[in-house]
């Protein structure tokens, strides 16, 4: 298949896919004589594969290092290893997404309390204390 019919099929821009050829996470594919890139079902699912592990929150590094995994089948521990890992990098991101929530709802909160101000307090309380 062309390069367009990869990209509808995995429902990508075609300069994704070319910037995952660039970033070695897709193989140069073959060409016809003309010039066009040609691209098997494997190719297909390697890259929704790659597309998946970047929904679950992997970075392309992660991705490439998962890709080497993949195909040697006695590394099952590691990938348990880094995925562990990646979800308990996701739960530090989950707790500091919470306290910032937190804060804006407090700030919030305390928004007009005080009365009318000529800085909103707001906006004065992500200003650094320079006193």
């Keep these: 298949m062309k ?11 075609i300069d994704t896919i070319r ?11 073959k060409r016809t004589p003309s010039g066009y890139r040609m691209y098997s079902k494997q190719d297909l699912i390697r890259l929704e594969f790659i597309l998946h592990a970047k929904a679950l929150g992997f970075t392309l590094e992660e991705i490439k ?7 040697d ?3 099952c521990e590691q990938v348990k290893k880094i995925a562990s890992s990646k979800a308990q990098e ?3 991101r989950i707790q500091s997404l919470l306290n910032i929530r937190d804060t804006l709802l407090e700030l919030a909160e305390q928004c007009g309390r005080e009365g009318k101000e000529d800085v909103c307090t707001i906006l004065k309380a992500m200003e650094k204390d320079h006193e």
């Design 73 to 75: 089948q006695s590394s």
């Design 90 to 92: 996701i739960e530090l």
């Design 65 to 71: 290092m998962l890709l080497l995994l993949r195909s």
């Design 3 to 13: 390069i367009g019919e990869l990209a509808k099929q995995a429902a990508v821009n």
């Design 19 to 29: 910037y995952y050829e660039q970033r070695q996470l897709l193989a140069q594919p």
